[in-house]
């Protein structure tokens, strides 16, 4: 398949206080045509300067991108053509409206389908008769991402592109992209909500202290080594009775029930369990966010690693 997005080592160093930090260390990522790709990672990753690394809007110390098959900073002015980007914090002329703000872009941009503007704004439900600066933060995401699609881009670039939006707000999101996808259009899109990526995403890179950590599809990534499996028993049942067994980890008493991690076979699980009345047994395989904290938890266990949901989230 084709590459819209192809970094070559790509890598930005600030000095701060006398000391430099990578904010991107030797990237090597590519992106194919046609595909959602989701790039995870919590705030201070990374994610957002190589976004801003992609648009030239700041330069690399290092390595190279390529997008569209042009340089992304020696043909940053004609790559600007072929883009539709949503920024994690969008900036609008607060006295225009809605309507003269989107007016204004396709001036610039040289054409504009008013035919999918409109239906684009419909399915958003947002009046852009009203002015920006009466906008909640929500239909200012609304607008970003009118004026992000409206001139049906090569490829999208969005960074926390749902931040601010209802649920109901977030399917027709999910609607569009695949739309977008469909159409044989890419979209880059850099996220936290990992259940957004999950939902739409075909591929995920996850990305760590400025390090790519892995790139996977979704659907590889769903079959995971672990699974959680409760048993329920007609009685309660000390944890001591499979805590030792071989794939077993993450052990939880619930009344009558354990509920653990089990990694590799069933058999070992099986026979530490005989003599015992099990009642149920629930298997679930472990969800986009618990593979994506036991990547980000530097190998420790998906309930140690739990603990920094609310840093990832932030």
């Not at 699974?227 to 805590?243: C, D, G, I, S, Y």
Request: charged content about 25%; glycine content about 8%.
């Amino acid at each position: 398949m084709t590459s819209v997005i192809k970094t070559e080592n790509l890598t930005k160093v600030y000095k701060m206080r006398g000391k430099e930090v990578r904010a991107l260390d030797s990237l090597n990522l590519d992106v194919q045509q046609g595909e959602i790709f989701g790039y995870l990672g919590p705030n201070g990753a990374g994610k957002t300067t190589t976004i801003r690394l992609l648009l030239d809007i700041i330069r690399p110390t290092t390595g190279r991108a390529t997008v569209l098959d042009m340089d992304a900073q020696s043909s940053s002015v004609e790559l600007h053509h072929h883009l539709g980007f949503l920024p994690g914090e969008l900036n609008l002329w607060r006295g225009m409206t809605g309507e003269e703000v989107i007016e204004y872009i396709g001036r610039i941009r040289g054409k504009l389908d008013k035919a999918y503007v409109r239906r684009l704004t419909e399915q958003l439900e947002l009046d852009t008769r009203l002015r920006v600066k009466t906008y909640s933060s929500g239909n200012k995401r609304k607008l970003g991402l009118v004026l992000a699609l409206m001139n049906r881009p090569q490829l999208l670039i969005l960074d926390e592109p749902t931040g601010g939006l209802d649920p109901l707000m977030q399917q027709i999101f999910n609607h569009l992209m695949r739309e977008v996808r469909d159409e044989g259009r890419t979209v880059f899109l850099s996220s936290h909500v990992l259940s957004e990526v999950q939902a739409i995403c075909d591929r995920v890179g996850i990305l760590r202290a400025g390090q790519l950590k892995a790139v996977e599809r979704v659907d590889t990534l769903m079959k995971a080594k672990f699974r959680w499996v409760t048993l329920r028993f007609h009685e309660a049942v000390p944890m001591a009775v499979v805590e030792n067994v071989p794939g077993v980890s993450e052990v939880a008493v619930h009344s009558d029930s354990l509920r653990f991690q089990l990694s590799g076979d069933f058999d070992p699980l099986l026979r530490a369990v005989n003599g015992y009345y099990v009642a149920d047994i629930r298997v679930e395989d472990p969800s986009l966010e618990e593979i994506f904290l036991a990547f980000y938890g530097n190998g420790q266990t998906v309930q140690q690693a739990s603990g920094l949901k609310e840093q990832v989230a932030s």
